[in-house]
C-alpha cells in the first residue's frame, strides 16, 4: 500500500479541529486537544476562544504547551485567571465545549482515568484521576473525546467513571443533578467518528475514516457500536492541513513524527 | 437538608469553622521581619502527619527548595492533597514525605506520560489513595476554608464514582430541589508556594499564573512563602493592587533564586526537561530513586550546590531563553518517545 501523506493521528488532530465552531468556547486539555484547539484557531476558526483550568483565557498559543498550567498557554491570551474563574464560569454556562481522553470509555461516554484492576484500594494500575476532566465533563455545555480505539479500552463496563458521560443513559445526567442538557457530543477514534443518539444516548458511527474497513469498529470495540444504514466517510486532511498540525507541534510531542 | 449520597473516601483538612476562627484568632498580624533559611522554616512549621497543599500548578510554580529540604529533614507521613500534583507530588513520594493522598490529579506527567515512581507507591500500597476528587473540587474546598463556611455547593461531580470516592456529599438544594454536591472545606496545616516577589514581611506580588494561590493562601493555617527576590517594602506600597497574598497570612519568608527549578517559573525560566527527564528515568526503581535523592537532594549542602550540579548559571539562562521562546526547547523524553515510533 502506498504511504498516506498523514497518519492516524494526524487525521484524529484535524477531524477534531473541524468540530470546533468559530466563535465559540473551549476548554482545553492536554496533548491532542491542545493540537485541535490550535489548529482550527489557525484555520476555520480565528475567534474561537481558548480556556485553560489553570487561568489562561484567549490566548493564541504559539507552540504546544507541556502543560495546561504553563507559560506557554498564556501567549497573546486576553486574560490569565484564575482557575476559581474559568471553573466557575464554565458551571455558569460559558464553555461551550470541553475536549477529553481517556484509558476506558463505555457505550454512554463515560470515561475512565483514574484505575485499572478489581479494587480501588488496591489497584492493578493506577492513574492521574479527574485532574479537571470531571469538571469539564460536568460543566461544559457538551464535550468531545478524542482517544485510540481498542477492545480493551473501550469496555462494556468502565472500571470507574471519573468523567461522566450520559452515566446509565437518557436523562440520567439531569436526575443526577448535572447542569441540563450537557454530556458528550462525539468521540474521535482511529477508526471514525461516533455521535450518541438521542432517543438511547448510545453511541453510533456517524462517519468513517477513509480507507476503514466498517466492520474494523465493532471488531475493535466491547459493545456494540450501532451502525446506522447511512453513515459519512471523513474527508482525508489536506497536504497543507498536514503541515500546519507539523508546525504548531514541530518537535512532535502530541502528534508524534 | 436531605442528603441523598455520601462519597467513602476519607474526609482530611476539615476544621469546624469556629475552630478555625480560634486557629486564626491566635496568629499576629504584625508586619514583622519573616525571613529566615529554609532550614528553619521546615523544621519550624512542617510536622510529621500534617496535612499538606504545595501552590502552584504540579509543575508551574513549584516550591521545590522547600521539597528537597522536607526530604533531607526526613519529614514523613504527611497527607497531600493532590491538586495537580505532577513533578511536586511525585519527588515528594520518592523522597518518602507522603504516606496518604487525596487525589484529583496524581501520578502523571502531562505530556510526559505517567510517573513511575507515584504508581509505584501506589501500586504497592506504600502510599495510600484515601479519597478522589476534581481540580476544581480541590480548589472549591479551599476556596471554603478561606470563606470560614464549612462547604462549597458545587454541580461538578455529581453522578461519578469521582464522587463516590470523594468526601463529598449530595443533597437537594432547597430552592431548585435539584441534587447539588457539598464539598467539604479545606485549611491544610501546612502550605508551601513559591511567588516571584514579595517583601520580608510576606506581601507577595504576583505576574500572573495564580492558578489557586489566592484561595489556598487564605485557607492555610501554617504558610511558607519561597520567593524568586525579596522587594523593599516601599515597592508594595507604590502598587498594592498587584499583591495577591497579603504578609499576614504569612508565617515565613524565604528567599531561593530559582527555587522552583526543574519546574516552569512563568514569566521568567521554563521548564528543565533534562532534570525533569532524569528524574523520570532514574525514579522507575527504587535504587534509582535513592540514589537520584543521593545526587541531587542528601549530596548537596543547599538550593545553590544543588543548581549548580544541575548545569549552574549558565544553565539557568537557557532556561530564561527557553521561557522566551528564544531557544529551543531540549527534552530527553522526547527523543526516547519520538525514537520508540511514537503513535502512528
Redesign the interface.
Known amino acids: 500500500m502506498a504511504e498516506l501523506h498523514y497518519?492516524?493521528?494526524h487525521l484524529m488532530a484535524i477531524t477534531a479541529a473541524k468540530f470546533l465552531k468559530d466563535e465559540k468556547s473551549v476548554f482545553v486539555g492536554?496533548?491532542l486537544p491542545m493540537i485541535a484547539a490550535m489548529f482550527a484557531q489557525r484555520t476555520h476558526a480565528p475567534n474561537l476562544l481558548l480556556i485553560f483550568?489553570?487561568?489562561s483565557i484567549g490566548p493564541q498559543v504559539?507552540?504546544l504547551p507541556?502543560?495546561?498550567?504553563?507559560?506557554r498557554t498564556?501567549y497573546r491570551a486576553i486574560s490569565?485567571s484564575?482557575?476559581?474563574d474559568n471553573?466557575s464560569f464554565s458551571?455558569s454556562g460559558w464553555t461551550d465545549y470541553g475536549f477529553l481522553g481517556g484509558a476506558e470509555i463505555d457505550m454512554y461516554g463515560n470515561l475512565n482515568t483514574?484505575y485499572i484492576g478489581e479494587d480501588?484500594n488496591?489497584?492493578?494500575?493506577?492513574?492521574?484521576?479527574?485532574?479537571?476532566?470531571?469538571?469539564v465533563a460536568?460543566?461544559s455545555q457538551g464535550f468531545f473525546i478524542i482517544m485510540?480505539q481498542t477492545k480493551r479500552n473501550f469496555v462494556k463496563k468502565v472500571t470507574?467513571?471519573?468523567?461522566?458521560g450520559y452515566?446509565s443513559g437518557p436523562g440520567?445526567?439531569e436526575?443526577?443533578?448535572?447542569?441540563a442538557n450537557g454530556g458528550p457530543l462525539k468521540v474521535i477514534t482511529q477508526y471514525g467518528v461516533y455521535g450518541f443518539q438521542p432517543d438511547t444516548k448510545r453511541m453510533y458511527l456517524e462517519s468513517l475514516h477513509p480507507g476503514v474497513d466498517v466492520n474494523e469498529i465493532n471488531a475493535n470495540s466491547s459493545f456494540e457500536i450501532i451502525i446506522p444504514e447511512k453513515y459519512a466517510i471523513t474527508p482525508e486532511p489536506t497536504n497543507e492541513e498536514v503541515a500546519l498540525l507539523k508546525e504548531l507541534d514541530p518537535?512532535?510531542?502530541?502528534i508524534?513524527? | 437538608m436531605k442528603i441523598l449520597a455520601e462519597g467513602q473516601g476519607k474526609l482530611v483538612g476539615w476544621h469546624d469553622p469556629d475552630e478555625q476562627r480560634e486557629w486564626v484568632s491566635k496568629k499576629s498580624r504584625a508586619m514583622v521581619d519573616k525571613r529566615m533559611s529554609i532550614h528553619d522554616a521546615v523544621e519550624k512549621f512542617v510536622h510529621d502527619g500534617d496535612v499538606i497543599a504545595m501552590g502552584g500548578f504540579g509543575h508551574i510554580r513549584i516550591s521545590m527548595a522547600a521539597i528537597y529540604e522536607m526530604i533531607r529533614q526526613k519529614v514523613r507521613n504527611l497527607t497531600m492533597l493532590g491538586k495537580t500534583g505532577v513533578h511536586d507530588i511525585d519527588v515528594m513520594i520518592g523522597g518518602g514525605l507522603i504516606s496518604q493522598v487525596e487525589v484529583a490529579y496524581c501520578f502523571g506527567h502531562e505530556l510526559r506520560g505517567l510517573s513511575k515512581c507515584g504508581r509505584n507507591a501506589v501500586e504497592s500500597g506504600k502510599v495510600k489513595v484515601i479519597s478522589e476528587i476534581s481540580n476544581a473540587g480541590h480548589q472549591w474546598r479551599f476556596l471554603g476554608g478561606m470563606m470560614g463556611v464549612p462547604f462549597i455547593p458545587t454541580r461538578t461531580m455529581l453522578g461519578s464514582d469521582t464522587l463516590r470516592k470523594s468526601s463529598a456529599k449530595v443533597v437537594e438544594d432547597p430552592w431548585s430541589k435539584k441534587p447539588i454536591c457539598l464539598l467539604p472545606s479545606a485549611n491544610p496545616d501546612i502550605v508551601f508556594i513559591h511567588v516571584p516577589r514579595c517583601d520580608k514581611f510576606g506581601n507577595c506580588q504576583y505576574d500572573g499564573y495564580i492558578v489557586e494561590d489566592f484561595e489556598l493562601a487564605r485557607a492555610a493555617r501554617r504558610l511558607v512563602i519561597t520567593t524568586e527576590e525579596i522587594i523593599d517594602n516601599e515597592r508594595i506600597r507604590e502598587e498594592p493592587w498587584k499583591t495577591v497574598i497579603p504578609g499576614f497570612f504569612v508565617d515565613a519568608v524565604v528567599e531561593v533564586k530559582y527555587g522552583s527549578h526543574p519546574c516552569n517559573m512563568p514569566g521568567k525560566y521554563y521548564f528543565d526537561e533534562e532534570i525533569i527527564g532524569e528524574w523520570l528515568e532514574m525514579s522507575k526503581t527504587e535504587e534509582g530513586t535513592k540514589e537520584w535523592m543521593e545526587k541531587y537532594v542528601f549530596g548537596v549542602k543547599d538550593f545553590s550546590e544543588y543548581l549548580e550540579k544541575c548545569g549552574g548559571i549558565e544553565k539557568m539562562h537557557y532556561l530564561e531563553k527557553l521561557e522566551r521562546y528564544e531557544a529551543p526547547l531540549k527534552a530527553p523524553w522526547l527523543e526516547k518517545k519520538l525514537k520508540a515510533g511514537g503513535k502512528k
Not at chain 1, 507541556?66 to 507559560?71: A, E, L, Y
Not at chain 1, 488496591?122 to 469538571?135: A, E, H, T, Y
Not at chain 1, 518537535?251 to 502530541?254: E, N, Q, S
Request: hydrophobic share 35%; charged share 15%.
Open positions: 497518519t492516524k493521528t492536554t496533548g483550568e489553570a487561568g504559539k507552540t507541556i502543560s495546561v498550567g504553563d507559560s498564556g490569565v484564575v482557575m476559581h471553573m458551571q483514574t480501588w488496591n489497584p492493578k494500575v493506577r492513574l492521574p484521576g479527574s485532574g479537571g476532566g470531571n469538571d460536568s460543566l485510540r470507574f467513571i471519573t468523567s461522566p452515566l440520567a445526567r436526575a443526577a443533578g448535572l447542569p518537535t512532535g510531542m502530541a508524534g513524527k
